[in-house]
């Protein structure tokens, strides 16, 4: 078998023999393997998809005249999968007798929409309600479309993100996000309108990196103080570390992240500031069905004036997500 998935497809035991000794009382086993030659990937064919052939390319750890190693093919059955264009993936592998492989990859593209709704309650926003709306093949170069908006009381928020695959499509992508978001939470009123381009890469084994900037329109309010609208350029940096079992219900893992944002009075705030946020999640398993999941969220604003900085850009605590034991947004 392994000789079969390093690529010699031949491999036979030309010898196979069971030597006993019946006055020592002992065995002696003669295997002799003939490996054989060892095969080459001859043709690489997709079949079935209006996908760009150059993108299929892309997404492909396999080239002609490489050697045949069962690794590869399973990567790049993975690959297909995990980027979200096909419903179904078939990858078979036809060895010839010129100890070359043809690869026929069959296709069947994904559903052109996928929608999801959730309904939800808590103490803190009452209901609320979210709708998803996902284009995972916009067009044929692979370019997709996120959608999602969470409706409640104090807060509606909604966000748009197209995806742009680049060089290698599963890891790097240029993306283009306009968002919306407003809360009103006891006095304090935001609204804020913000346009990200940001591109998303992977820096290091694990780690994920997104940098880039977004223009930022915001109008606040605090109690009986008046309006103060404010737009202003903001340039951040994310870093994201997942490891993982990959299986649909892992039950060990962690993560880590770390975000850092900041702006000047030349890119329009009243004052300069660096906003940081680092987190740490671990899931642990207790045994049998039952898990533990733990996590720490650190952040600060650096600043000379926190009641210059952006009501969007201050850390409040209270919600399900955060602090208990406090008010939402306190």
């Known amino acids: 078998e392994l000789c079969r998935a390093e690529g010699f497809l031949d491999a036979r035991y ?4 069971l030597l006993i000794d019946t006055v020592k009382r002992t065995a002696r086993a003669v295997l002799v393997l003939d490996c054989g030659e060892r095969y080459t990937i001859g043709s690489i064919r997709f079949e079935g998809s209006t996908i760009d052939g150059d993108l299929l390319d892309r997404l492909s750890p396999l080239e002609v005249g490489q050697v045949f190693r069962r690794s590869r093919v399973n990567l790049l059955r993975r690959n297909l999968e995990n980027s979200r264009y096909f419903g179904l993936v078939n990858v078979l592998t036809l060895p010839g007798d010129d100890q070359l492989v043809a690869v026929v990859v069959q296709l069947t593209d994904a559903a052109r929409h996928d929608i999801g709704l959730g309904l939800g309650y808590d103490t803190d926003s009452g209901v609320r309600a979210r709708l998803r709306w996902d284009l995972p093949r916009l067009n044929r170069h692979g370019h997709t479309l996120h959608n999602e908006a969470t409706l409640s009381q104090p807060i509606q928020e909604s966000a748009s993100t197209n995806r742009i695959p680049l060089s290698d499509p599963l890891d790097k992508s240029l993306n283009f996000t306009p968002a919306w978001d407003r809360r009103e939470v006891e006095s304090t009123r935001t609204t804020v309108t913000r346009v990200d381009s940001w591109f998303l890469d992977e820096w290091w084994d694990d780690w994920i990196a997104s940098w880039g900037a977004g223009l930022d329109q915001e ?11 404010t737009s202003y350029v903001l340039p951040r940096l994310t870093l994201n570390h997942v490891v993982r079992q990959l299986v649909p219900d892992p039950v060990q893992g962690h993560s880590s992240w770390l975000q850092t944002a900041g702006s000047a009075q030349a890119l329009g705030t009243d004052t300069e500031f660096v906003r940081i946020q680092a987190g740490y999640k671990r899931l642990v398993h207790l045994g049998g069905p039952h898990l533990l999941i733990g996590r720490v ?8 004036d926190i009641f210059q900085v952006p009501l969007s850009q201050r850390f409040f605590t209270g919600g399900d997500q955060t602090v208990r034991g406090y008010e939402l947004n306190s």
Not at 219 to 229: A, Q
Not at 297 to 304: A, K, R
């Open 14 to 17: 030309s010898a196979s023999r």
């Open 219 to 229: 109008t606040s309010r605090e109690g009986d103080e008046p309006s103060v609208n």
């Open 297 to 304: 969220e650190l952040g600060m604003v650096v600043t000379d």
